[in-house]
């Protein structure tokens, strides 16, 4: 079994940076991708970034390219998402998500394990 578990929420000015990360553990794959989602009151969750682990690469939703980043430290097993210029429309709970396979998705249901979510404000 895989567990992951985010932490780095709080409340922030718009304007501000957090720094979200995600640590796994548990059974390993030969090959896994990991992503971030959020999902804000009364809205459906939606896909924020995700990471291919063995390439590194990225992919964003429009709604956060040039302000989001979203990086990996194999040794420490963690993801992190870097944000910049938040603004109150990022406001959500932010969930961290892993999938078995090296291929990036945008749709939540191609994820298998996921954590608790971390709760990110951000006050006008």
């Known amino acids: 079994q895989v567990q992951v578990v985010e932490s780095g929420g709080g409340l922030v000015q718009a304007g501000g940076s957090l720094r979200l990360s995600c640590a796994a553990s548990?059974?390993?794959?030969?090959?896994?991708?990991m992503g971030w989602f959020r999902q804000a009151p009364g809205k459906e969750r939606e896909f924020v970034a995700a990471?291919?682990?063995?390439?590194?690469?990225?992919y964003y939703a429009d709604s956060v390219k040039g302000r989001f980043t979203i990086s990996r430290d194999n040794a420490k097993n963690t993801m992190y998402l870097q944000m910049n210029s938040l603004n109150p429309e990022d406001t959500a709970v932010y969930y961290c998500?892993?999938?078995?396979?090296?291929?990036?998705?945008?749709?939540?249901?191609?994820?298998?394990?996921w954590g608790q979510g971390t709760q990110v404000t951000v006050s006008s």
């Open positions: 998500a892993q999938r078995r396979g090296a291929t990036t998705y945008t749709d939540s249901c191609k994820y298998d394990y």
């Open positions: 990471i291919s682990w063995s390439t590194g690469n990225t």
């Open positions: 548990g059974r390993t794959f030969s090959s896994y991708a």
